[in-house]
């Protein structure tokens, strides 16, 4: 005979797993759409237009779920806390003007809560590119944003770049594609440690390309993607700390459209130097 107070432990219980449940179902719904996305080419790598961020990553299924229940639980996070200061809030109305020499070779630094990035910039093949990244360095465009976006099925990409930390911030003006030939894409694939830019291609419109900002993605492991998003760097440095910030995994954020990484990656300091 099965006492009151077991019973009501039983139904607890089933209760709990039905609830566990909807989010596991929630949570692999996220990640089919991770790889949805990859494959619609513009949606994961989306910057600039709020209209085509909201289309992006969204988790959760609508429900509705008991306060009482436990939160799914996160990988530690393994970086450190954000240094003090703001995000920024300048954005401009034009491309600043070409001021980088084509011929001179040119480093970006990443200083983050979770490590060092080292980035050679490639200013022959997406000049453009380099000097807008030079431009916003310069004016601590980057510092103290958060990397918004961790893409860990289907395609490898942690994305930075929006001081907002929505993916819809842009610096106000646009850069054109380029380099979308480079030899290093072979078989439409960005290899691990490629930098490219994200965009608001949509795959289909002449009219939506050249839309680049200043929201960029790095790919730490192998990713197809077809060529339409700018090459300009490769990672010479800070690997592991990717590896570790896609170790921690990431989470459906209903509020952006976005799987946010659970690691806290944030830009303290960016800079762009000749090297």
């Avoid at 990553?57 to 806390?81: E, H, V």
């Avoid at 050679?120 to 590119?129: G, I, S």
């Avoid at 090459?231 to 896609?246: Q, W």
Wanted: proline content about 7%.
């Amino acid at each position: 005979m099965v006492s009151s107070d077991q019973r009501r432990r039983q139904l607890a219980r089933e209760k709990y797993e039905r609830q566990q449940q909807r989010r596991d179902a929630a949570r692999r719904k996220a990640k089919r759409r991770n790889v949805i996305v990859a494959s619609a080419l513009a949606v994961a790598l989306a910057a600039g237009a709020a209209a085509y961020a909201s289309i992006g990553l969204a988790g959760g299924d609508g429900g509705t779920t008991d306060a009482a229940a436990p939160s799914p639980s996160k990988a530690a996070d393994p970086c450190g806390k954000p240094a003090p200061g703001s995000p920024s809030k300048k954005t401009w109305k034009k491309e600043p003007e070409m001021s980088v020499d084509t011929s001179a070779a040119y480093a970006m630094k990443l200083e983050t809560t979770c490590g060092d990035i080292g980035i050679k910039l490639d200013a022959a093949k997406a000049p453009h590119t380099v000097n807008s990244f030079s431009f916003l360095a310069g004016e601590k465009f980057f510092d103290h944003s958060k990397c918004h976006r961790l893409v860990d099925e289907g395609i490898y990409v942690l994305q930075c770049g929006d001081p907002t930390g929505t993916g819809a911030g842009t610096p106000g003006y646009t850069i054109p594609d380029e380099n979308l030939k480079d030899p290093k894409l072979k078989g439409d694939v960005y290899p691990a440690g490629t930098v490219a830019m994200a965009n608001r291609y949509d795959g289909k419109s002449d009219k939506t390309r050249n839309s680049g900002g200043s929201q960029f993605f790095l790919v730490y492991q192998d990713s197809k993607l077809p060529p339409n998003y700018t090459p300009f760097g490769t990672v010479t440095e800070g690997m592991d700390v990717l590896k570790k910030i896609a170790g921690a995994g990431s989470t459906p954020d209903p509020s952006t459209g976005n799987t946010a990484p659970n690691a806290t990656v944030v830009i303290n300091r960016a800079t762009v130097a000749r090297s």
